[in-house]
């Protein structure tokens, strides 16, 4: 048994010392190289297969006591989500150049990459689309936005790769979850929970296809 | 001589637009794209995300 004076000495110390630092964002307690180019990935502690911002999220509740549902359930932009998105901005930074290497080993990896294939063709909602639709074939544009064709290595690599980014039409920081989000919109489907299973799913299949392609985030778009 | 350098402009000025006609959309988009990547604004979420990175906050930070 801990004495009670080291025992309080620990959590004053935690206290003192509640920011992201120790945060594991797979590579280790505090390790931001490189982080980004291997997520989402499985995590032990939340035996969940987790993006880089439901990971963000879960260092912020455990190691600072934030609320994660408020989290959630906050738009984009808004309340502590914003700090989640500038914390991305920094993540991602630190993988670019980096090749892309998102697992799909443990069990439920492969399980979201399954998930993750099965939401990319499942087509619905009132124009019955699927990503599929836009994401399929090679040549396919949105007027003048040229498509990835992300079924294919070179296609899930440029999609991928430039993710999270500037949108300069927006004049803000887009995270992964926000993009999804706004295809999500654009096939009139209902909106995705942020950080939800089938996002999180959304980007194993994409990082998975994307596999050996160059990290160039934070990346600039239209 | 005015009248003359008037359609001289106008054949240079077509000459441009058709150049730029040859070209496609997503070829300036790219163009464009090269021309602002040494200031992408990401960079101020980024130094701000480094700095909630590192600073203790949250309800089990200790005030005193």
Redesign the interface.
């Known amino acids: 048994m801990k004495p009670l004076v080291k025992t309080f000495g620990q959590s004053?110390w935690?206290?003192?010392?509640?920011?992201?630092?120790k945060?594991d964002l797979g590579k280790g307690p505090g390790v931001?190289k490189g982080a980004s180019a291997e997520l989402p990935r499985y995590f032990k502690d939340t035996n969940k297969v987790q993006d880089l911002e439901s990971r963000i999220i879960t260092c912020?509740e455990k190691?600072?006591?934030?609320d994660a549902k408020e989290i959630i359930n906050a738009g984009f932009e808004k309340g502590k989500r914003k700090?989640v998105?500038?914390?991305?901005?920094?993540?991602v930074?630190a993988s670019k150049g980096m090749k892309i290497n998102v697992p799909v080993k443990h069990p439920k990896e492969k399980e979201m990459y399954a998930m993750g294939e099965k939401a990319f063709f499942f087509q619905g909602g009132p124009m019955d689309f699927s990503c599929a639709s836009c994401h399929a074939e090679d040549g396919k544009?949105i007027r003048?936005?040229?498509l990835p064709n992300i079924t294919d290595q070179k296609g899930a690599a440029l999609g991928f790769g430039y993710w999270?980014?500037?949108r300069?039409s927006s004049?803000n920081?887009w995270t992964m979850q926000r993009r999804l989000n706004d295809c999500y919109r654009q096939q009139r489907f209902p909106e995705p929970i942020y950080t939800s299973d089938v996002t999180i799913a959304l980007s194993v299949y994409m990082g998975a296809k994307a596999k050996d392609g160059v990290i160039n985030t934070?990346?600039?778009k239209? | 001589m005015k009248k003359a350098m008037n359609s001289a402009l106008l054949v240079s000025l077509s000459m441009m637009a058709g150049l730029a006609m040859a070209q496609s959309?997503?070829d300036d988009?790219a163009k464009y794209?090269e021309m602002?990547?040494d200031g992408?604004?990401?960079e101020l979420?980024?130094?701000?995300?480094?700095d909630?990175?590192?600073?203790?906050?949250?309800?089990?930070?200790?005030i005193a």
């Open positions: 004053l935690d206290q003192k010392n509640a920011s992201l630092e945060c931001v912020m190691l600072q006591g934030y700090d998105e500038a914390v991305v901005a920094y993540v930074t544009r003048l936005q040229d999270p980014a500037y300069v004049g920081f934070p990346g600039l239209r | 959309a997503t988009i794209r602002i990547a992408n604004p990401a979420y980024e130094a701000a995300g480094e909630i990175w590192s600073k203790p906050m949250g309800p089990k930070k200790c």
